[in-house]
């Protein structure tokens, strides 16, 4: 009966979160935007790097972090360029309707663009069709990233 109790409390709690989370533009956590992870690493260094407080920057009513002051440079100089598309939620999700979070081990850089997925499941599913779902998530993101 008290696990019964705790599980309800805690769905509670969270799914107000879960909700608020998702009605941001930038997919964010405690850590910040994409779960703290630095976004121009994905482009220079072809690799997730988990950014640092000390080189911080807000963008869209997120907190960016950046492992080198020379990311953080190069994103404040142009945000549009290493901001993962879609907030950084799923792009598969996207392309469906609706917002998703994302794991950062999902990234794939497109044609100089950053997106993620769900989980690897859904980044293999999101592969097969690549290019025909980033075409359909551009077309839906504008009234998706309002939800």
Request: aromatic share 14%.
């Amino acid at each position: 009966m008290n696990k019964i109790i705790t599980l309800t409390c805690l769905f509670v709690l969270v799914l107000p979160l879960s909700i608020l989370a998702q009605q941001s533009e930038v997919f964010s956590n405690k850590d910040g935007a994409i779960k703290g992870f630095d976004p121009v690493a994905f482009f220079v260094e072809s690799k997730a790097v988990l950014g640092v407080k000390e080189f911080a920057y807000d963008w869209k009513n997120a907190t960016w972090h950046f492992a080198t002051k020379k990311n953080k440079d190069l994103f404040v100089a142009n945000p549009e360029k290493y901001a993962p598309q879609y907030g950084g939620y799923c792009a598969y999700g996207i392309a469906d309707g609706h917002k998703a979070p994302t794991e950062t081990n999902t990234w794939t850089v497109v044609d100089n663009k950053l997106y993620f997925n769900y989980n690897l499941q859904v980044k293999k599913e999101w592969s097969k069709d690549q290019l025909n779902l980033i075409k359909k998530a551009d077309e839906l993101w504008p009234t998706v990233k309002k939800d």
